[in-house]
């Protein structure tokens, strides 16, 4: 999955220390990554290419630290500049899942630093503009003391077994055409489990039973911490799909479904763990 990395070591601890040549930077201007092009692909820019390209010296860098892997840091460029030089484009999100598992992972959890810190510009309580703390990861009001810590939201995805058929969807928000599985944010006062229970029966219809607990794993796309689950059918296996949310809903039996690749989302690895004949859960 996409935080799994070995043997590169991933370290997201909070310090404050200064950028080198080789470090990676993040430009991010609110919904975009200034990545740079590499022919048809794209690459995450160090420091001293992104300042050579725009004629500067490190000195003039500004910028904090982030994260770091085998010790080469991400840093957040801090400047209004929100221009992309040539070699250099702005691009969606989803394109850091074409590059390595380093720079997938670095560049995506950058990124939801980054929109964090973008969306507390200012107090949600008393509207003065906020500073980021010298002592951890957070959003400080430097009038009412508001502490604004890392937005991440709780996500459950859950497959879904009649037999020998697996319960399979399609987002209508979702680019990717391929079939995956029912999942949704967790409300304000529900455990994983009710959350599970609730989704499947309002997108699907269906009830469940035997709900076990799969893995979990960090999904900065939408700033959320995905926990999945495997569960089996309870009773009526009649799809009633609820079309705000699918675009389709299907039971798929098992020799039908094809391979899905495991390198990035727990999605794929419920999906693979089904089509192999493996147990419910790998807990």
Known sequence: MIHEIFPHK?????????????????????????LKKQG?????????????????????????????????AFFLDDSSNKTAPEGYEFVGNRTFRTM????????VTSVHIAHWECLNRFCG???????????????????????????ISPVVIVAVRN???????????????????????????ESLEQAVHREVLEEAGLRVKNVRYFGSQPWPFSDSLIAGFTAELDGDDTIRMQEAELSEAMWVKREDIPEYETDVSISCCLIENFRRGFQLSES
């Open 10 to 34: 991933f370290s997201n601890e909070f310090k404050v220390c200064a950028p080198r040549q080789d470090d990676y930077v993040i430009r991010y201007d609110g919904s975009k990554t200034l």
């Open 40 to 72: 048809d692909s794209y690459a995450i820019p160090r420091v001293c290419e992104l300042l050579g390209a725009e004629g500067k010296d490190l000195e003039s860098f500004k910028g904090h630290y982030l994260l770091n892997i085998d010790g080469a």
């Open 100 to 107: 390595s598992p380093v720079e997938r992972l670095g560049g």
């Open 125 to 151: 309580r008393c509207g003065c503009e906020t500073t980021r703390s010298e002592k951890e990861r957070a959003i400080v009001c430097p009038k009412c003391g508001n502490v604004v810590y890392p937005r």
């Open 163 to 189: 037999g020998e058929k697996l319960l399979m969807a399609h987002n209508i928000d979702n680019p990717n055409p391929r079939l995956f599985l029912i999942s949704g944010f967790v409300e304000v006062g």
